[in-house]
């Protein structure tokens, strides 16, 4: 059993990791940062798998009951190689994040190329054929998540442009998921704090009586490297560039070995939850860049969390 099961706010789950590189049926270096959702009755996850040449690219793993998963035997999507787009994926493709709307499952990606990593949108309705829609956004830029639905009309998102090693989370609005603007603030790193240097949005957020809710991942620089860790935040309904409040200390923070020791240690990060009807939030994320973990916490303490801003 996990020793810190209780420390934080979001759970670890005893199995912990749920997916490793053993688990992966064919070479590759690393699986972190996965996006979640359900479909066909199915948990998915769409996890990023570090290729050996150190290239990402979306493989599916597969669960009846969100703990225990198959992955595929071979990629789903995987950095374009022809046509304009390739010259922005050279690097690889990393962090999806899913949203379901109306039947069509949108993919926000990060597209890493020689100029710098940025966000990308791809679509799909089976999971079988994924349609890409290009850049959404230019470098530097990541961390892009859509909201579940229009708000005053518009599509939302989230986004993370970079600047001087640090970076805010903002929102953007569009009336076609092309084009973007009426560009926000939404919140920016918080000095004396877990996450004081830079800050970006996890999965898209889950709607709740009392504000959007969003799990971010907030980095402090330190003298041995960066720390990731995990905090709550909640958005207006009608106007997410409010904060309503905002958590003063981490939901979840790498304590356990598989989230201190890795490619890249001391890293959660998530892209995927999935809310349960009893309340409960499934929180997957990557740990050290090495694995994939599963925390579990309940949603109304995640918003209790958020102390007022
Ligand atoms: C961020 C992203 C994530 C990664 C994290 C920690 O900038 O690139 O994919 O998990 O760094 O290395």
């Given amino acids: 059993m996990s020793k810190h099961k209780s420390r ?7 199995g912990n990791p749920i997916i490793e590189l053993e688990d992966i049926p064919f070479k590759c270096n690393t699986v972190f940062n996965a996006a979640a959702t359900k479909y066909n009755g199915e948990y998915l996850l769409l996890l990023r798998v570090e290729n050996l040449q150190g290239r990402s690219v979306f493989v599916l793993a597969h669960s009846p009951d969100g703990y225990e998963f198959k992955v595929d035997d071979f990629p789903v999507m995987w950095p ?21 709307m109306d039947g ?20 799909t309705t089976d999971f079988k054929s994924f349609e890409r829609h290009g850049l959404i956004n230019m470098p530097a830029s990541k961390n892009a998540a859509l909201f579940p639905r229009k708000i005053g009309g518009r599509y939302c998102r989230f986004a993370r442009p970079a600047s001087d090693g640090g970076g805010s989370i903002w929102v953007s609005y569009s009336k076609d998921l092309k084009y973007w603007g009426d560009h926000q603030v939404v919140m920016a790193p918080r000095a004396g704090h877990w996450d004081c240097t830079r800050i970006g949005a996890g999965a898209p957020p889950i709607e709740t009586d009392q504000g959007w809710l969003e799990i971010y991942h907030g980095v402090k620089d330190t003298s041995a490297g960066p720390i990731y860790r995990l905090g709550a935040v909640l958005l207006d309904l009608d106007d997410p ?56 916490g309940r949603i109304d303490d995640l918003i209790e969390s958020c102390s007022p801003s």
């Fill in 8 to 14: 934080d706010l979001l759970h670890r789950y005893d």
């Fill in 241 to 296: 560039s409010k904060v309503l409040g905002r958590s003063l200390i981490p939901v979840l923070m790498p304590r356990e070995l598989y989230e201190r020791i890795g490619d890249i240690g001391n890293v959660v990060f998530s892209c995927g939850v999935i809310p349960e009807d009893d309340g409960t939030l499934k929180v997957y994320y990557g740990a050290a860049d090495t694995c994939i973990c599963l925390s579990i």
């Fill in 80 to 100: 374009v190689e022809e046509g304009p787009m390739a010259v922005y994926e050279t690097h690889g493709i990393e962090d999806p994040r899913i949203t379901l």
């Fill in 104 to 123: 069509v499952y949108y993919i926000m990606y990060t597209a890493f190329g020689e100029l710098g990593p940025t966000v990308a949108l791809a679509t």
